[in-house]
């Protein structure tokens, strides 16, 4: 059963996408990174056969460089302070 809205036009998911990525900030995507990182290491640490703590760790390491990058390194900057 699929569901339609009324007075409002169906947009293509696709095109939905494009817009929300298209607005994503640096920080978005940098906090985008760190959940894939994990998934990436899980799905390593299971083809590769290498040890879960050891494909954490390197997960870890990556997400801590990224909120280091994120917050000290390329920090927000406020455009409305003089």
Same mark, same amino acid.
């Given at each position: 059963?699929?569901? +339609? +809205?009324?007075? /409002?036009?169906? /947009? ?13 900030? /640096?920080?978005?995507?940098?906090? #985008?990174?760190?959940? @894939?990182?994990?998934? @990436? ?10 040890? @879960? ?26 455009? #409305?302070? +003089?």
């Amino acid at each position: 059963m699929q569901e +339609t +809205t009324i007075g /409002r036009p169906e /947009r293509d998911p696709f095109e939905s996408l494009v817009g929300v990525l298209a607005k994503a900030s /640096r920080y978005d995507l940098l906090l #985008g990174i760190i959940p @894939v990182v994990f998934a @990436v290491a899980l799905v390593v640490a299971h083809v590769l056969s290498v040890s @879960v703590v050891q494909a954490m760790f390197v997960a870890a390491a990556i997400g801590v460089l990224v909120v280091i990058d994120a917050c000290y390194l390329n920090p927000p900057i406020d455009q #409305g302070s +003089t």
